[in-house]
């Protein structure tokens, strides 16, 4: 049987970013709710599924550190290619985001999920991923996910999906978690197909 990280190294290393059904060249509807937030041109940004997103470009310029996780080796070393400035700003992870992160993470102010939560299935993986956003931000700090609304497709990349709406995010982040803005989004992946998402900010509380 094929391990998620098989998966997902295939894919990145057998198509190219406009390949990709989740790619994205323009990414001002995550910008758009990062703005949101005050002060949000400094601060640590984790990315549990880096990808090769052009958010990394976008979150550097602005000023941020940023945490770039993936499961797939393939992917990373893709980003690790591209970007040749502000490597000391970066802290690369090649990580299953639903299992306990390493020790010696840093804390981060700012969470940036689009398109890896729903590809968690079963329970315990989901509850694994929740503890990790949990942990790793900082009092005060937020959290955007960015995922497939329940009048989205069912599958992505070959795989099922779990798809969310608001309510259950907000359940599942947990009363820490206050939601500061959600929006429903139509994505329109490179082939031309569109894609219900829900977009969702939540900021964790300085107690």
């Known amino acids: 049987m094929t ?11 057998s198509k190219t970013d406009s390949e990709l059904g989740w790619y994205e060249s323009d990414v001002s509807q995550t910008l758009k709710f990062i703005d949101l937030i005050p002060e949000s ?4 940004v984790f990315l549990p599924g880096a990808g090769t997103t052009v958010l990394v470009d976008e979150l550097l310029a602005r000023g941020h550190d940023v945490i770039l996780n993936d499961i797939s080796n393939e992917a990373l070393d893709k ?11 970066l802290t690369w992870l090649h990580h299953d985001i639903s299992k306990p992160l390493p020790d010696g993470i840093p804390q981060a102010n ?49 795989l099922e999906l779990h798809r969310y709406s608001v309510e259950e995010m907000t359940e599942r982040m947990g009363p820490q978690f206050a939601l500061v803005k959600y929006e429903h989004y139509i994505y329109i992946n490179p082939l031309g197909d569109p894609r219900p998402y829900i977009y969702a900010l939540y900021q964790k509380s300085n107690g």
């Open 3 to 13: 391990t998620p990280k098989q998966h997902w190294n295939e894919i990145f290393n």
């Open 41 to 44: 041109e400094t601060g640590v």
């Open 79 to 89: 980003l690790k290619r591209r970007i040749r400035v502000n490597e000391d700003r």
């Open 110 to 158: 700012i969470w940036i999920d689009r398109a890896v939560l729903h590809f968690l299935l079963e329970e315990t993986v989901i509850r694994g991923y929740f503890s990790n956003l949990r942990s790793v931000i900082r009092p005060g700090g937020y959290a955007l996910l960015a995922e497939f609304s329940t009048t989205g497709a069912p599958k992505c990349a070959g």
